[in-house]
């Protein structure tokens, strides 16, 4: 191994160093000639930390062989991967240890089996675009500093408007569902009351938005941070299978009304977290129409389902939206983060309700066409290249590419589905709309137990226990929770290519494995 | 080179092909057999491209003989980096073309001659950093998928603290020092207000904020986001140095007060965008703690001064603030975003001004202290491992290596300085405090002119030419703007290690070579 001393910022080579004493400009004790970086020291370290993250981070990570995660409590973590931070440095050696326990003791995300959250898999396309994003580090908000990356992402969101059947349109991405969320709750106040931005909330009327009490959790959070109130959020009513009510819609809205209070926005969730359910956004988009209210949908997770021609029929009616959120990094790969916010309008309203127009970055007087700087668009300042990775993507594979994947996610899914009804023991909540699989694993020992409060109970605290044991074990991981009055059960997301049928067989014969003492 | 033709998802050997089909499960149509994607050839796809990476992303990015840029207008770049996205994917050989080329036209904001904006330079150990956690593709909100970079970021934060000079403190990790900022209004408003949370700003007080005009435009950004209005902002006058008056800040104080309103929070910044001016922090604390008010320091730019036992009196007082954003990914290298909001109080406020408790994520039933799953105290639900990569750095350089490029990047603005002072046609705006260099070139048709209108007129239209003709030439990068009534002017931005006395000059000849005919 190369490099087991780390290039101090002072070491220079010998021959430098003289030829520096000769010239050397001193100002405040430093001396200013030459870099006080050893680059090639650096590159090597890059190279030697390269070959350790193919190794570790790309093909065990997601070997199927491989342990999914190497569990180790808090405190114990805490002195394997030596935290501390020095007043010295330390050599590349002990370096790339470090870089070493860190993969070691992360969890698997791209893994065949994680089906813990709403992302995983590796892309490998999607890799190369961020690996050449971090190493260019752009900011993408001038067209002088980010040319390439602003106008794939104009290409991106073009495409993905495309997609959504609006004629025209704008977007922006964003770090994150959530805030895309708040986008579209922003943009909405200021279309009916553009005086907002200068005045704030003070004064005005008690707006309140429409969601089901499906929605993601970033609703309340959003309504919190806008200075809207979680109390001005009226959760609508969702029926058995998790889909909101278009008639609750209606008499929340009259209610509102009633009050005194100013409907503004209804948010639609197109794939809601826990069970994959889609709004009937037709009908929603009627009441909306009907109401003069905004259509924000939010389909973060289900979107992508867009990219089918066999499954888009979930979205029906999303081209009525006035905004749409979409995370590509979710079903299709993206990498975390990667979120449009995209919008019907196509007066410029995303500038108009963001801009602040800082002059020593918006110049007006430039040489090109200052229409590319769209970073005034956005309410950050610095932000991320995070479209290219996509657009990488979908390039290598093209949008047929993009289509395979969802429907093998989906259909891989049903596979599962037709494996839980077979079982003894395995109970399935609800047909899937998505790739949400939500499922009980009974153990023995509750089979023949009466389904009273004694039963739900003891049900409750099985999938706690068989979590612990799977981490432990590092052979899976799937999330469980609570939901709606429903006791704890498995929520299985499915989404990676690297998946398969045989890895479906093993994460039901693993649950009943850990499970069949209990 | 390997790997010609894209591993199409369809793709597999044909031995595999043989004998999937034997055992072939079909769902929809879809065969359900092993995994969809050619993870061999992605893996080979990502060692060509990391080799394109190594070479024309880091080797030639950094490289002083090489360009900063390579300019082409917009209409242009769309044909040469052919953004279309199709129905079918390209081969690898044209993906690593593409790859190519994003990167050549982009611009190197690593090279020596970036001046441009508040980031720059290439760290190695941060870079390595990046490459990991893109493998990993974490999430960061519970210790369950994130245990390694959760406790990095708890770690970091703490030592962050330490530079602050709290004995405690919370914090974390947001996408922007924008969104920092964000996060510094809600939290002070929740605090004297928290039934913000649900009932948001309706029929409450009219909530009023007080910042520099000379703050960055995110405060803007922010109080139009957060309801708040940019009426509500009310703007201190700053003196010549660009330094909030404290007495001026007292004045409008008071005149809130007199109007009715409700003073809540009074946001000083520790390294303005343009002048690189610190406000007296103690100064304006005192202020604070007579009227009871949040000091909130916008140190995303000046924050890295605290790394120096040298500098750090710039920000005397900031002990006393109850929050602080700070960017490691500006002065101190991290790469874009690492930016960290971190604050004085330890009663959880974070986590109880933004919780919303989702049951899917934040099971308070799981085998290990949930406290440890701190994703409740973001905004955002997915979030990325930002402090890791700052965490490397720290790691590799030791806080006296951070100390040290914090000290060169002054010692050598210093140097500029000078220079700027001894050459004609150079005229500096006013002495720096930190690595914001403002000056003006005065071509040498200008130098005999008396200062009056038409002077400032034409003087107004020089740093516009001079930018097209460094960007077409792509020599280096510096940033200009008008400021309080200045004509246009340029600010040389000095941060990187790899930078020298040497890149100084060559700045300062460069403009005047580029602008003498003007």
Redesign the interface.
């Known amino acids: 191994m190369n490099g087991t001393s780390?290039p101090?910022?002072?070491q220079v080579d010998h021959h430098t160093a003289e030829m520096m004493k000769k010239t050397a400009?001193l100002?405040?004790?430093?001396v200013?000639?030459?870099?006080?970086?050893d680059?090639e020291a650096?590159?090597r370290?890059?190279?030697e930390?390269?070959r350790i993250?193919?190794e570790d981070?790309?093909?065990k990570?997601?070997d199927v062989k491989e342990k999914v995660c190497e569990w180790?409590?808090?405190e114990e973590?805490?002195k394997l991967?030596d935290?501390?931070?020095?007043?010295?440095?330390?050599t590349h050696q002990r370096?790339l240890q470090?870089?070493q326990n860190?993969?070691r003791?992360?969890?698997?995300?791209?893994h065949?089996r994680f089906f813990?959250?709403l992302?995983a898999g590796?892309?490998?396309?999607s890799?190369?675009?961020?690996?050449?994003t971090?190493?260019?580090?752009?900011?993408i908000y001038t067209?002088?500093?980010?040319?390439?990356?602003l106008?794939?992402e104009?290409?991106?969101i073009k495409?993905m408007i495309e997609f959504i059947g609006w004629e025209g349109g704008d977007g922006i991405f964003s770090?994150?569902?959530?805030?895309s969320n708040?986008y579209a709750l922003?943009l909405a106040r200021y279309k009916f009351y553009p005086e907002?931005?200068?005045?704030?909330?003070?004064?005005?009327?008690?707006?309140v938005m429409f969601t089901s009490e499906e929605c993601?959790?970033?609703m309340?959070?959003?309504?919190?941070?806008?200075?809207?109130?979680?109390?001005?959020i009226y959760f609508v009513k969702a029926d058995d299978r998790g889909k909101m009510i278009p008639e609750e819609l209606e008499k929340e809205i009259q209610r509102a009304k009633q009050e005194g209070a100013t409907p503004f926005l209804v948010c639609a969730t197109a794939g809601t977290?826990?069970l994959g359910a889609f709004d009937p956004l037709d009908k929603i988009a009627d009441v909306c129409e009907k109401y003069g209210l905004w259509l924000h949908v939010d389909a973060s997770w289900g979107g992508s389902a867009l990219m089918s021609r066999?499954h888009r029929k979930l979205l029906y009616g999303i081209q009525r939206a006035d905004s749409v959120a979409w995370?590509p990094?979710k079903m299709l790969m993206a990498?975390?983060?990667c979120c449009a916010l995209l919008i019907k309008d196509t007066s410029n309203l995303l500038q108009r309700?963001?801009s602040?127009?800082?002059?020593?970055?918006f110049?007006q007087?430039?040489?090109?066409?200052v229409k590319?700087d769209t970073g005034d668009k956005s309410?950050?300042?610095?932000?991320?290249a995070d479209a290219?990775k996509f657009?990488?993507t979908?390039?290598?594979?093209?949008?047929?590419?993009l289509e395979?994947?969802v429907?093998?996610a989906?259909?891989?899914s049903?596979?599962l589905v037709?494996e839980i009804k077979k079982r003894e023991g395995f109970q399935l909540l609800m047909e899937p709309e998505y790739s949400n699989i939500c499922f009980w694993y009974i153990p023995p020992s509750l089979r023949k137990m009466e389904e009273g409060p004694e039963f739900w109970e003891k049900l409750h605290?099985v999938a706690?226990?068989i979590?612990?044991r799977m981490?432990k074990k590092g052979s899976m991981?799937v999330?469980?929770?609570?939901?709606r009055g429903k006791v704890?059960f498995f929520?299985q997301i499915i989404i990676s290519?690297?998946?398969?049928?045989?890895d479906?067989d093993f994460a039901l014969d693993e649950i009943d494995l850990l499970g069949k003492d209990l």
Request: hydrophobic fraction near 35%; aromatic fraction near 10%; glycine fraction near 8%.
């Open positions: 780390s101090t910022q002072t400009v100002v405040d004790g430093v200013l000639n030459g870099p006080i970086i680059s650096g590159e370290f890059v190279e930390a390269y993250i193919m981070a790309v093909k990570a997601t180790q409590p808090p973590l805490k991967i935290l501390e931070l020095r007043d010295r440095g330390e370096l470090l870089c860190a993969i003791y992360s969890v698997k995300t791209s065949p813990n959250q992302y590796m892309d490998h396309y890799l190369v675009a961020r690996f050449i971090e190493a260019l580090n752009p900011s067209y002088e500093v980010s040319p390439v990356f106008l794939v104009e290409a991106v495409k770090p994150g569902g959530s805030i708040m922003n907002i931005k200068e005045r704030g909330l003070y004064g005005g009327p008690r707006l993601h959790y970033s309340r959070k959003a309504a919190s941070f806008l200075g809207i109130g979680t109390d001005n977290t826990v066999k995370n990094h990498g975390i983060q309700c963001h602040a127009k800082a002059s020593y970055l110049q007087d430039k040489f090109y066409d590319y309410v950050q300042c610095s932000r991320r290219f657009w990488l979908w390039k290598a594979i093209g949008t047929a590419g395979e994947r429907n093998r989906l259909a891989l049903r596979y037709g605290q706690p226990v979590k612990e981490m991981m999330g469980y929770q609570p939901h704890n929520r290519p690297q998946v398969s049928r045989e479906m």
